[in-house]
């Protein structure tokens, strides 16, 4: 009889060899592409890029998705633990600085089979939406050596609003607690080889929430954990229904979360550009 996957704070308790769950994914993994990517943070892609494996689905479906045919599954190819080990080794091949696995959640346990059959040479990095249970998280910390998890939202109304969640503050901010406790921070050469840096994207008419986010950082912050304060959005997905989504961020809401951050106790930090808005840096799906 099939285990019933209930990986993700979602539950879902259904049998994925014949069935899907919020993810939209069955069992077998799937991935989109996988190449050196050189736009992460600069302690992540380094000169060589970072050994980026994009993965179909997710647990979180968030209307504004920049990777939106991923995420909503329209976009993949079938791999086994096997064919991702082989990946793994191809990455390595092209001198990336590490393996980081964009969107992992509800593939983990497959992914952990793979780094069995070939743990990599270089760092792990788990590239997350944050909305992380105790059981992905403990098959999480058996390999993983960089945590990268966003935290969107603190606001419930906006997690609601957003992906239909709205506990999602409480659940990513408790499993990235343990990340922190975890993964005390190492970099040597400029590169992270060890730690967790917890994203934020700032979003059109939240920049109040945002402000709440780094105040939540500056007051829980672990073991030289980093920071990073996205501005890259833009208008993808389904936002047809949020008229506030269908524009960037103003000067105005990027220099006002900026000045938040630059008044507090925060060291350990990146600030993205707001150039960073564009389609262009949006990858193409073509594996």
Same mark, same amino acid.
């Given at each position: 009889?099939?285990?019933?996957?209930?990986?993700?704070?979602?539950?879902?308790?259904?049998?994925?060899?014949?069935?899907?769950?919020?993810?939209?994914?069955?069992?077998?993994?799937?991935?989109?592409?996988?190449?050196?990517?050189?736009?992460?943070?600069?302690?992540?892609?380094?000169?060589?890029?970072?050994?980026?494996?994009?993965?179909?689905?997710?647990?979180?479906?968030?209307?504004?998705?920049?990777?939106?045919?991923?995420?909503?599954?329209?976009?993949?190819?079938?791999?086994?633990?096997?064919?991702?080990?082989? /990946?793994?080794?191809? +990455?390595?091949?092209? &001198?990336?600085?590490?393996?980081? !696995?964009?969107? *992992?959640?509800?593939?983990? $346990?497959?992914?952990?089979?793979?780094?069995?059959?070939?743990?990599?040479?270089?760092?792990?990095?788990?590239?997350?939406?944050?909305?992380?249970?105790?059981?992905?998280?403990?098959?999480?910390?058996?390999?993983?050596?960089?945590?990268?998890?966003?935290?969107?939202?603190?606001?419930?109304?906006?997690?609601?609003?957003?992906?239909?969640?709205?506990?999602?503050?409480?659940?990513?901010?408790?499993?990235?607690?343990?990340?922190?406790?975890?993964?005390?921070?190492? /970099?040597?050469?400029? +590169?992270?080889?060890? &730690?967790?840096?917890?994203?934020? !994207?700032?979003? *059109?008419?939240?920049?109040? $929430?945002?402000?709440?986010?780094?105040?939540?950082?500056?007051?829980?912050?672990?073991?030289?954990?980093?920071?990073?304060?996205?501005?890259?959005?833009?208008?993808?997905?389904?936002?047809?229904?949020?008229?506030?989504?269908?524009?960037?961020?103003?000067?105005?809401?990027?220099?006002?979360?900026?000045?938040?951050?630059?008044?507090?106790?925060?060291?350990?930090?990146?600030?993205?550009?707001?150039?960073?808005?564009?389609?262009?840096?949006?990858?193409?799906?073509?594996?």
């Amino acid at each position: 009889m099939s285990e019933k996957c209930n990986l993700c704070p979602n539950n879902c308790n259904v049998d994925r060899q014949n069935f899907v769950g919020r993810c939209t994914e069955l069992n077998n993994m799937r991935i989109a592409k996988f190449y050196p990517h050189p736009f992460e943070e600069p302690f992540i892609s380094g000169t060589k890029g970072s050994g980026t494996v994009f993965f179909s689905g997710c647990s979180l479906k968030c209307a504004f998705c920049q990777n939106f045919e991923l995420s909503r599954s329209t976009r993949g190819k079938s791999i086994t633990a096997h064919d991702l080990a082989d /990946i793994f080794k191809q +990455l390595e091949g092209m &001198g990336v600085h590490n393996i980081n !696995l964009v969107n *992992p959640t509800h593939f983990v $346990d497959k992914i952990y089979e793979a780094v069995k059959i070939y743990h990599p040479n270089v760092p792990i990095v788990y590239n997350t939406h944050g909305y992380e249970s105790k059981t992905s998280l403990d098959i999480a910390l058996k390999f993983v050596d960089v945590f990268l998890p966003d935290l969107k939202f603190k606001s419930p109304t906006l997690s609601k609003r957003y992906t239909g969640i709205a506990n999602y503050f409480e659940v990513a901010s408790s499993a990235i607690l343990k990340m922190m406790q975890e993964r005390p921070t190492q /970099i040597k050469n400029g +590169l992270i080889l060890k &730690g967790t840096c917890v994203r934020h !994207l700032i979003l *059109p008419l939240a920049a109040k $929430d945002s402000i709440e986010i780094i105040n939540w950082f500056e007051q829980n912050a672990l073991n030289e954990s980093y920071i990073s304060i996205m501005s890259q959005y833009t208008p993808f997905g389904e936002i047809d229904k949020f008229a506030e989504l269908k524009r960037p961020i103003t000067k105005g809401e990027y220099e006002r979360v900026l000045q938040a951050l630059m008044q507090s106790s925060i060291t350990n930090c990146y600030i993205q550009d707001r150039t960073s808005a564009s389609e262009k840096f949006i990858p193409k799906w073509d594996f």
